[in-house]
């Protein structure tokens, strides 16, 4: 999955994910999305504080990974920015990071009951999602995840792995490109719900490993994932009323046009415009 060309472009891309996973119902009031800076690995971008749903390319800045901001700004910061910056100093294969606390995942961090790959599309969890308890490290605390051992312990936790569980409180997803992490969390988010409603009508089996290996390369291929990404952008367009798939598009109505006319003028060939990740 190509990442985007310009730091504009990402800011764009990023907002539009924070305001995509919140609109699948997976974010709410809180929980961010971040992606690696598209020139500089060791930056990564986040938003102001403010709830996902509410995410402009404006509100995004530049941190260090070990989250501080580059150009400081009044307005607040997330408290838990140390989650992102651990995981993108632990993992350099990690582009993108999104912390949040969906309702579906939330029973499996009261309860300690696994969470488990329970369909093909929740195959995206991966082989193990491991359970980090604060407690371990730092005994009675907030349960915030706001100072850099802290976040440092989660990394560790979250290990070779790509969605980890904080006792109490939610989940880190993490992914190799923005477009792969959001196919991740909500289809994890959503593989927690259905494992909890099969579980009320009996017996609940995991997928095998093999299968869970299998259908996880299957989903994340980039027809997927881009096929995902369009489904979930457009429902956000739909919803903020600025969806106008309904009309004729210009590219195709100019090609139509373009098709009827004759042959006269002998034109250069366009130059094609770059495809942009989403
Ligand atoms: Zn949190």
Redesign the pocket.
């Known amino acids: 999955m190509p990442v985007p060309l310009t730091l504009n472009q990402a800011k764009e891309v990023i907002a539009r994910a924070n305001r995509m996973i919140a609109n699948e119902g997976v974010l709410d009031a809180?929980?961010h999305v971040t992606m690696r800076h598209p020139t500089d690995p060791n930056r990564y971008l986040m938003s102001r504080s403010r709830g996902p749903e509410l995410v402009q390319p404006e509100d995004i800045q530049e941190f260090t990974l070990d989250s501080q901001i580059i150009k400081p700004i009044e307005a607040r910061l997330y408290g838990?920015r140390v989650i992102h910056g651990e995981i993108y100093k632990a993992r350099p294969e990690v582009n993108a990071v999104c912390?949040h606390?969906a309702p579906s995942i939330l029973p499996f961090c009261i309860s300690g009951m696994e969470l488990k790959p329970v369909y093909h599309l929740g195959a995206t969890l991966g082989p193990a999602v491991p359970f980090w308890d604060s407690r371990d490290d730092f005994g009675d605390t907030t349960l915030?995840?706001a100072k850099p051992e802290e976040g440092a312990s989660l990394a560790k936790a979250l290990g070779p792995n790509w969605i980890v569980l904080m006792r109490r409180?939610?989940a880190t997803v993490a992914g190799t490109s923005l477009e792969e992490l959001t196919f991740r969390t909500i289809y994890t988010a959503r593989n927690a719900a259905m494992q909890i409603e099969a579980h009320n009508l009996g017996h609940v089996s995991p997928l095998t490993a093999a299968e869970t290996e299998l259908a996880g390369e299957y989903n994340l291929r980039p027809g997927p994932v881009a096929r995902a990404w369009e489904y979930w952008s457009v429902r956000l367009d739909k919803a903020e009323g600025t969806w106008s798939g309904a009309k004729p598009k210009v590219g195709a109505s100019k090609r139509k046009a373009a098709a009827k006319k004759p042959a006269a003028k002998k034109s250069a060939p366009k130059k094609k415009k770059s495809k942009r990740t989403r």
């Open positions: 809180f929980g838990e912390h606390h915030i995840v409180h939610g």
